[in-house]
């Protein structure tokens, strides 16, 4: 319920900004062509996010013929949440993570790699599962898709604010009393803030989904101990293929070499995620 708040919260703030850059423009006509571009450039990526991402990741599906211990994991985990069972795929990648997509519970699919399957044991491996699981239940995809849509408009909308800034026109209704200062600093900070709040709903969502996985696991020291394991293995054995732009997707960020300022992460740190889960285990 917290981070399911959390989330509404956010997506509050961006719409905030939108309202105070509406305002700052003088005029709906530019709201509405940026939110109508950045619909349509999300929309895409929303309906054919789950062919887009395992084409880019080389994912296979799998029969429950070729991975029957994968498919018996999560049409188990699949009942427990209520939902149609996901497809099944693996990556071929030696760097061990997972991740879930599809635009909705009926259209899900959950992704694992080579390495994750030799790395964790079987409880630790249905303790990822059922936190991917947790993400398709919890229709995360849709929920980033929206604050991508919002996100989109503001950087629209802020560089067309700084265009008119630069060459002094555009502004409030009172041309006389508009700052073009104020307003070039504004359009500047506008996509960062939502930047940030970008990144704090999917660090949001990962708690939720971690959640949401140990009650579906019905242990979270599977998760807690997978975690563990895959945040030390994973800045050893990096992934090969793919994009900073996927790496909210991923159970652990597989591309976090370099150490990362909280607020500028994806991912909330794994050591408060570890402890929170630790912290459940006992209640």
């Known amino acids: 319920m917290t981070s399911n708040l959390k989330t509404m919260m956010l997506l509050a703030l961006l719409s905030g900004i939108i309202i105070v850059l509406g305002g ?11 939110f109508v ?5 999300n929309v895409g990526s929303y309906w054919y996010s789950d062919k887009i991402v395992l084409r880019m990741y080389g994912a296979q599906e799998v029969s429950p013929h070729d991975a029957p211990m994968l498919h018996n994991i999560v049409e188990e985990l699949a009942y427990k949440a209520g939902i149609p069972k996901p497809r099944i795929c693996i990556i071929p990648e030696q760097a061990p993570n997972a991740f879930a997509t599809g635009r909705d519970p009926e259209h899900g699919v959950v992704a694992v790699t080579q390495g994750i399957m030799q790395l964790l044991s079987t409880e630790e491996l ?3 599962l059922a936190h991917e699981i947790g993400h398709i239940t919890n229709r995360d995809i849709l ?24 060459f002094g026109f555009g502004g409030g209704d009172d041309e006389e009393g508009s700052n073009p200062f104020a307003t070039l600093l504004l359009a500047f900070v506008a996509p960062i803030a ?3 709040i970008q990144f704090a709903i999917s660090r949001s969502r990962e708690y939720l989904a971690d959640d949401t ?7 979270p020291l599977y998760l807690a ?6 945040n030390a293995y994973s800045q050893r054995v990096p992934m090969h293929h793919g994009s900073e732009a996927t790496a909210h997707m991923f159970i652990v960020n ?30």
């Open 37 to 41: 571009l950045a619909l349509l450039m």
């Open 254 to 283: 597989p591309f976090s070499g370099a150490n990362m300022a909280k607020l500028f992460s994806t991912h909330p740190p794994i050591e408060e995620r570890v402890s929170r889960l630790r912290q459940m285990a006992h209640r």
């Open 143 to 166: 929920i980033q898709s929206i604050a991508g849509v919002m996100a989109s408009a503001i950087v629209s909308i802020a560089h067309f604010m700084q265009f008119a800034a630069i």
């Open 225 to 230: 101990s997978a975690l563990e394991k895959l």
């Open 213 to 219: 996985g140990a009650r579906l696991s019905g242990n």
């Open 24 to 34: 700052a423009l003088g005029g709906k006509g530019g709201i509405i062509i940026a």
């Open 126 to 128: 249905k303790g990822v």
């Open 194 to 196: 939502a930047s940030l």
